[in-house]
């Protein structure tokens, strides 16, 4: 079946520009999780969707990153007036629920979006 | 502060050998554990996990060894082959976090070399 998919591959943006990085969960999936990965480090986590529930925003690192989920499927994550230190690969990745209670659901990973500021 | 490390950037071994791949971890909270592999230009595909309240989960060429009291966690890997060449990521969950929040080190490139 389909995995999580996102678009797209690659983003090359000048300084300032606002740009959108989607995001296609595998079809079931109510958990949606965004991380980046920037230049050797590890996967950083930005925000997570579960269901119809408030998303958990304690990871963006600025009132410049916004993320939205529309019918709990497709997600977008805008980055507004970026700036060089927001390159970084861009990765979503779903699970089957994700909640406490079965908080231990694996995440599939989408291949990521690299995202270039000049 | 980082909660996870993986302090080997990188390892290399011989094809039949066993990699041993370590993590350590500050946060006490963790309770679960997991490793990813990932190759270029493709997302983290997952591994094997183990929760806290065992000390090791194998599947097949996969074990990884959890010791609580040192917050230290290992992935061995016998006998290596080739294609298990990739980075390899250490993620740690705690389940007082929304959701299952993974928190990651930094990675390990692994090189089994033929």
């Known amino acids: 079946g389909a995995g999580v998919s996102q678009s797209p591959s690659n983003k090359v943006t000048e300084k300032g520009k606002d740009v959108e990085l989607r995001c296609d969960p595998i079809?079931?999936?109510?958990?949606l999780y965004w991380y980046r990965q920037s230049l050797g480090q590890g996967l950083e986590f930005l925000i997570y969707f579960q269901g119809n529930s408030a998303p958990d925003k304690s990871g963006l690192p600025s009132d410049r990153f916004s993320a939205e989920r529309t019918g709990g499927s497709v997600s977008t994550l805008t980055i507004q007036r970026t700036q060089q230190e927001d390159s970084a690969v861009y990765l979503c990745?779903?699970?089957?629920?994700?909640?406490?209670?079965?908080?231990?659901?694996?995440?599939?990973f989408g291949p990521g979006t690299r995202l270039t500021v000049l | 502060d980082q909660q996870v490390k993986q302090n080997s950037p990188s390892l290399s071994v011989q094809e039949g050998r066993i990699s041993i791949l370590n993590c350590d971890y500050t946060n006490s909270m963790f309770d679960y554990f997991l490793w990813y592999k990932k190759y270029p230009a493709e997302g983290p595909t997952f591994l094997i996990s183990?929760?806290?309240?065992?000390d090791k989960n194998e599947d097949g060429r996969f074990t990884v060894f959890l010791n609580k009291s040192a917050k230290h966690l290992s992935l061995h890997i016998v006998p290596s082959q080739p294609g298990d060449s990739a980075v390899y990521f250490c993620?740690?969950?705690?389940?007082?976090?929304?959701?299952?929040?993974?928190?990651f080190g930094e990675g390990t490139q692994l090189t089994v070399n033929p």
């Open positions: 183990i929760s806290s309240i065992k």
């Open positions: 990745a779903s699970s089957h629920q994700g909640g406490i209670a079965d908080a231990r659901d694996t995440q599939y």
């Open positions: 993620a740690a969950s705690a389940v007082e976090t929304s959701g299952s929040r993974l928190t």
């Open positions: 079809s079931g999936h109510t958990a």
